[in-house]
């Protein structure tokens, strides 16, 4: 069971945000129902509707939370609620009018990346000189980075999905629609502890070489290359791992080439994991290992993200990401090859940096198991 959460804990990484909003020039940070408000109150609610809920947190302020007045029971049964500051508003209230006098006279603002564009425009129309910067470019560490108990739950969570893979790896493909192989893997994951089922990627045949392919009606048969892309929430924190299979033990020789060329792009990045070194040479490790093999051209995909409370988040593992890798930050390696109307690879595990490396939370073998 992982350890619970507390009050005192979102109240520190409220604290925590508020000081570094200061730090990096902002008055604070504005955050709307999504990711962020449930990273730092706990609190999400039951239906994301069009009446604003947004969290001021400022430096040296109690955090307030501006929140419907009918949404507010909801909201206090929050874990982060006893250190908020309730700011109840009702219908035919205008909110960004009463948010206006809680911001204070600096302007410049971090908002969380999800709010929705009515309740940006709408703060905007209504506090003058308001300057809003997406929270991610403005305090891109925030969530980032993990510690000890969220990386408890993200390493149950890897090995939550790596059960589920353990044990698909035992139904039958060959005759099957990919959406029952999915439908099995949903119900694995749940079974070995998530209470969210995020994808459940089923990519057969000439479908792997679409790196965001679902499942679809394709029936599976043998000689299939499969793409098995798939992860969910277990305990609030994110799985995400991708295994690739073939249907029967005659596996062509091209298929096994690019398996292990994936296999060894996917091995070199986790090797080049460890603090200091920057996003981009993560992507830029594997993809020198497939651009040297001769299928550069079709590791259409980046190679990571970042994971956490949900299961795609910035960092983003791409050319251009300067972002350095920091201890406690968790992310996904999963360099790929996709050649159209033919077959894909992809091999995918979670990675944390720790003070000397990386470590995998994923951990099953990179072989290419043969199913039936
Ligand atoms: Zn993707
Ligand atoms: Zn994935
Ligand atoms: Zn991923």
Known sequence: MAVQFTAEDYAGRMRRAAAEAVQAGYAGVLVTPGPDLVWL????????????????????????????????????????????????????????????PLLGPQTAY????????????????????????????????LRAVKDPHELDRLAAAGAGADAAYGQILGVAFAGRKETEVAADLAALLREHGHEQVDFTVVGSGPNGANPHHEAGDR?????????????GLRDGYGSDTTRTV??????????RRVHDLVRTAQQTAF?????????????????????????????IHRTGHGIGVTTHEPPYMIEGERLPLVPGMC?????????????GVRIEDIVTVTEDGGRRLNNTSHDMAIVA
């Open 41 to 100: 109150t706990g609190y999400q609610p039951t239906a994301l509707t069009e009446r604003m809920t947004m969290l001021i947190l400022r430096e040296g302020e109690p955090p307030r939370l501006v929140v419907p007045k009918l949404e507010e029971p909801d909201a206090q049964a929050a874990t982060g609620a006893p250190v908020l500051e309730f700011v109840p508003w009702t219908d035919g209230i205008d909110p960004y009018t009463v948010t206006r």
């Open 271 to 299: 090797e080049a994991v460890r603090p200091g070194v920057t996003c981009q040479d993560i992507d830029r490790a594997a993809r020198k290992v497939i651009t040297d093999g001769g299928y550069g051209e079709y590791f």
């Open 331 to 343: 992310f996904s390696i999963e360099p790929g090859v996709y050649l159209p109307g033919r077959f």
């Open 246 to 255: 073939h249907v029967g033990p005659d596996v062509d020789d091209e298929v």
């Open 110 to 141: 971090a908002v969380a990346d999800s709010a929705w564009a009515l309740h940006v425009l709408g703060l905007l129309r209504t506090v003058s000189g308001l300057r809003l910067t997406p929270l991610t470019d403005a305090l891109p560490m």
């Open 219 to 231: 029936t599976i048969a043998t000689g299939d290359t499969v793409v098995l892309d798939f992860g």
